[in-house]
């Protein structure tokens, strides 16, 4: 699921049966994680709407949730599931969880202070709880988690140069993680910062480095931006490169859009970036 190719988890759940209680909750959790990842957002949505309320579960399925819903764009969905969680976290792992989140939706809002406030919150309680060498390893996830909405706050307040510190710690949690899907999203947000903060040529090997972890592990839900990115950012200098990025990059948000149905469909198509996308790649 985390060290590997996501492609693999879905089989491996398969063969799970008779799971009950909250070996089934868990289950459900893990294979919308793996959904999500594979860019099968509907499917992982469905899922995630399967575990209830009154699980110690919830709250991490309600975080999904709004992680789901801030990939295709709904950041104001998002908020309302990042409430949810916020409102029934039971441990600190949920909390800053749930806290990474609302920050998140507030940059997809547009919300600096929020964004700021919640991160810095999440930030504080995720130093005290990881305080303990033994224990510090298992808050790997969190702190990478953390790091790219860090980042995100960084550019959202004009700051490249922050936003490429906190990329590459992201990137240096993933890597001593072996976690190659939040590698490949961590060179993803290293290489965005990069060209903000005007490092176009450094840019590029981080990009291509992601493309490849993400296209052969399966992970889609990278794979498309770092496409158009590269795109983006070759097209001056080798056209014909570019127009194989954006093409690739649409064949895969096509591919992203099957899964979607009613409200989530129409916003997706409704999507400045996707259209753009869909023109290029033309």
Request: proline share 4%; aromatic share 4%; with cysteine.
């Amino acid at each position: 699921m985390f060290h590997g190719a996501i492609n693999d988890a879905i089989p491996l759940l398969d063969a799970l049966t008779d799971l009950d209680g909250r070996s089934l909750v868990y289950e459900r959790w893990l294979r919308a994680v793996a959904l999500g990842a594979c860019g099968r957002y509907g499917e992982a949505l469905d899922i995630v709407e399967q575990i209830s309320t009154g699980t110690p579960e919830y709250s991490m399925a309600r975080s999904l949730r709004a992680s789901l819903l801030r990939q295709l764009g709904v950041h104001d969905a998002a908020l309302l599931a990042d409430r949810e969680a916020m409102s029934s976290a039971a441990t600190p792992g949920a909390a800053i969880e749930a806290m990474t989140g609302l920050s998140a939706d507030a940059v997809g809002l547009q919300d600096a202070l929020t964004a700021t406030t919640m991160i810095s919150q999440a930030s504080s309680l995720l130093e005290r709880v990881a305080a303990d060498p033994a224990s510090a390893p298992m808050w790997w996830r969190h702190r990478v988690r953390l790091s790219w909405v860090q980042c995100e706050v960084a550019l959202l307040s004009s700051d490249p140069p922050r936003a490429v510190e906190h990329a590459r710690r992201a990137l240096a949690a993933a890597e001593a993680a072996t976690a190659p899907r939040h590698v490949a999203k961590s060179l993803l947000f290293t290489a965005v910062s990069q060209i903000d903060a005007g490092q176009r040529a450094e840019a590029i090997p981080n990009l291509r480095r992601s493309l490849m972890l993400s296209t052969t592990m399966g992970f889609l839900a990278v794979a498309w931006p770092t496409h158009a990115v590269l795109a983006a950012l070759v097209a001056q200098t080798d056209a014909k490169v570019a127009q194989q990025h954006f093409a690739a990059a649409a064949t895969i948000t096509a591919t992203l859009r099957e899964g979607l149905t009613g409200d989530l469909a129409a916003r997706w198509d409704a999507r400045a970036d996707i259209r753009a996308l869909q023109r290029a790649a033309q």
